[in-house]
């Protein structure tokens, strides 16, 4: 049974709740000038783009038609806001010739902005999949030549993150910009091209990495006696030890594969070979910075760079995935069809989801090179203090700091 006496209360406190919630005044008739909402985001044009081409050239209008043009405005949309934060970033690793360790943490809060954008592109695929193939049929041939191909924003946001030209797939065999007319879509493309790229720019900052330099820490000859030990302990001896043959012969084997393996890292011209083959990106002191974060992430100086890295590969792991569930609506809605643009449509669009299509995929395999917690070089006292707190000055004041302190 109810409490009258809470119920009063209640009938007493939405009547003050009320008088308090109209106690505001219409602004809009109060000032003649300024924006309203439908004009600051000029709702007329975004609303009314619409078109369906199915009423306009066919003169009965496809209800799924809407979905679809919504939906890839929508696209570009993001598209739009994810070149935005991705332009402040790669202002902000330009500003100074040595990354200001003060924009960290504003470069980790737009890097995870556009990884949640992503995110959210990646899920809007299954809105679009309530469509069914016969309801795109209705339309599509109406589309005519038009396709995603030609979305010049995906093609900008590729290079600007660094996506290489050599490594992307040939649109029935000719460059992708061919697939625009446009004299100023083609100078954009240009432009985005030959401007630094974000790989560019952290592989830059990478080379940079405190403690790589000999003066301070000299990270890679402690790194690689350390895999010495590591393959030593974990492979060599527990292979030549080993009493049964076809055991002692599986061992072996897997040791001399470890160490291959890690001796394409630790050989400056080893290393150079595998990007010559495309196996890998990063130039070596930059991939031994990459690598020095990730082992010593623990360290506070090390926090923001490794959560940077970690977005990158967020951001490269989301782009794949978006280019898979494109792939498979694809092949949902028109199977093994010639696309609207001409290309070979799901083969073609299949060939781009691998790995020649990620930007940092370096960063992905760098957990094939990280050695377990006691086989990690342990930090110099100097080294140590270094990394205990995050600093605003260049690295070139802290390499004469331990010249100092070395003569000292």
């Not at 985001?41 to 979905?67: C, N």
């Not at 030549?145 to 490594?167: D, P, V």
Request: glycine share 4%; aromatic share 10%.
């Amino acid at each position: 049974m109810a409490c009258r006496y809470a119920a009063a209360a209640l009938e007493e406190e939405d009547g003050i709740n009320e008088d308090i919630s109209q106690s505001g005044v219409n602004r809009v008739k109060l000032f003649d000038a300024g924006y309203v909402y439908e004009e600051y985001l000029r709702l007329d044009t975004v609303l009314t783009s619409q078109v369906l081409l199915s009423e306009k050239i066919a003169g009965q209008a496809v209800h799924d038609e809407h979905l679809f043009i919504i939906t890839h405005q929508a696209f570009e949309l993001w598209f739009k806001q994810i070149i935005f934060e991705l332009d402040s970033v790669r202002d902000m690793f330009t500003a100074r010739s040595v990354m200001d360790e003060r924009h960290s943490l504003l470069i980790i809060s737009r890097l995870s902005r556009i990884v949640l954008i992503l995110k959210l592109l990646v899920d809007q695929f299954m809105i679009l999949e309530s469509m069914t193939p016969l309801d795109f049929m209705a339309f599509r041939d109406i589309l005519t030549t038009a396709s995603g191909f030609q979305s010049l924003q995906f093609r900008l946001l590729e290079n600007k993150l660094g996506i290489q030209n050599t490594n992307r797939v040939k649109y029935n065999q000719q460059h992708y910009r061919e697939a625009f007319k446009d004299d100023e879509a083609v100078k954009r493309i240009i432009a985005s091209e030959t401007e630094p790229s974000l790989f560019q720019l952290v592989e830059s900052w990478l080379q940079r990495t405190p403690g790589l330099d000999v003066a301070s820490f000299n990270f890679w000859p402690k790194y690689c006696h350390s895999v010495g030990m590591f393959l030593e302990d974990k492979f060599e001896i527990p292979a030549k030890e080993e009493k049964d043959e076809a055991k002692k012969e599986s061992k072996m084997a897997a040791w001399k594969k470890q160490k291959e393996t890690f001796e394409s890292i630790m050989d400056d011209d080893m290393h150079k070979s595998c990007i010559s083959r495309g196996e890998r990106r990063l130039n070596h002191q930059a991939f031994q910075g990459a690598l020095m974060i990730a082992l010593y992430r623990d360290e506070p100086r090390f926090h923001q760079p490794f959560q940077i890295l970690t977005l990158l590969t967020d951001i490269d792991s989301l782009l794949t995935k978006w280019r898979y569930n494109h792939v498979m609506i694809v092949q949902r809605m028109i199977g093994s069809k010639t696309g609207s643009g001409g290309s070979s449509g799901y083969l073609y669009l299949r060939s781009t989801v691998s790995d020649r299509y990620k930007v940092f995929n370096d960063l992905f395999n760098l957990s094939t090179f990280l050695l377990p917690r006691p086989y990690i070089p342990p930090l110099t006292s100097r080294m140590k203090k270094r990394l205990s707190v995050i600093r605003a000055d260049t690295d070139i004041i802290d390499q004469q700091q331990d010249v100092f302190e070395e003569e000292s």
